[in-house]
Every structure is written in C-alpha cells, then in structure tokens.
C-alpha cells in the first residue's frame, strides 16, 4: 500500500473525495482530462514515493481515481488537481503502526521530545530490518517536526538520512 490517510484538511479536494484517517491508498489510474487520456491500466502504489509521483507528476495534469481500503471495504475516489490536502503516512506492521501513531500523539499533546524520541527508536527498527523506504520516510518526519522547533543541526542530518535511505530502495 502507498500510504496511510492521517489526515484530509477541511476544504481540501481530499475531504472532498471522502478521505478518512486509516483509509489505505492501494491503486491509482488517469481520468480523462482536457488533453489528457483515460487510462485502463490501474497503477500500484506500493510506497510513499510511489504517491509522491502521483503527486507531482499526475495530478497536476488531471483527474486521477484512487483505490483504497477503507476496513474491509475498497473504495473508488477522485482526486483533481486541487490540493489534496492529505497528510499520509506508510502502510506498517500493526506494532510499528502503534508506535508511530502513539508518538503523533505524543506530539499533538505538545510532547515534541518524547515524540521525536519514540520515531527516532521506530526508524531504527526499520534501519535494523532492512526496511530503507520506511526508514527514509519516518527520517524525513523527523527532520520536519526537528525544523519546526528550531533543532537545525538534528534536522539536516535526519534529512541526510532520509537521502541515504532512499537511495537504498
């Protein structure tokens, strides 16, 4: 799976497509568009970088329809090239999902540190398996939360992390 919904802002094109945190993003594919063929060919998405390009190079274009997961149920979306509004996180094993989900908490409670101490203990499971796309996401995360307080130094090399994970994939 491509990611996780955390969130779909209000008024975003995200919230209004029906996009709920948990929902599961699995597939994607073209609607037509002005100038811009209907494609048959469902495409995977299999990681958080697998979105990104969506992101970037699709939607811009156009109409794009995501398959998703909603519990035991998959669901047919439409996304236009309005921002999406979605903030997304990989798809996990349910005990790693915990942890991350637990240290947003952490932080949405004004508990940076501890937050930020719990992802860093989560990507390094993710280094020790040999998980790199998920290692490179959550250190991505990470230099953003670090950014945001003001911890430069830690946030470059978290970002430098991400770098030397990704290139991993």
């Known amino acids: 799976a491509g990611g996780v919904v955390e969130s779909a802002a209000p008024g975003s094109a995200g919230a209004a497509a029906g ?37 970037i190079e699709e939607l811009p274009r156009g109409d794009v329809q995501i398959a998703l997961r909603r519990g035991q149920e998959t669901k047919t979306v439409t996304l236009g090239p309005a921002r999406h509004g979605l903030g997304l996180y990989p798809a996990m094993a349910t005990e790693d999902e915990h942890a991350f989900l637990d240290a947003l908490a952490l932080r949405r409670a004004g508990q940076a540190e501890a937050a930020l101490a719990a992802w860093t203990e989560l990507a390094g499971r993710f280094q020790a398996s040999g998980d790199s796309p998920r290692a490179a996401w959550l250190h991505y995360r990470i230099s953003l939360e670090q950014g945001s307080l003001g911890q430069d130094e830690a946030s470059l090399a978290n970002l430098e992390e991400a770098g030397r994970f990704a290139l991993t994939q």
């Open 19 to 55: 996009l709920l945190p948990g929902d599961i993003l699995m597939r994607w594919r073209r609607v037509s568009s002005p100038g811009v063929p209907h494609s048959e060919d469902w495409r995977n998405l299999d990681t958080l970088f697998d979105w990104c390009r969506v992101e």
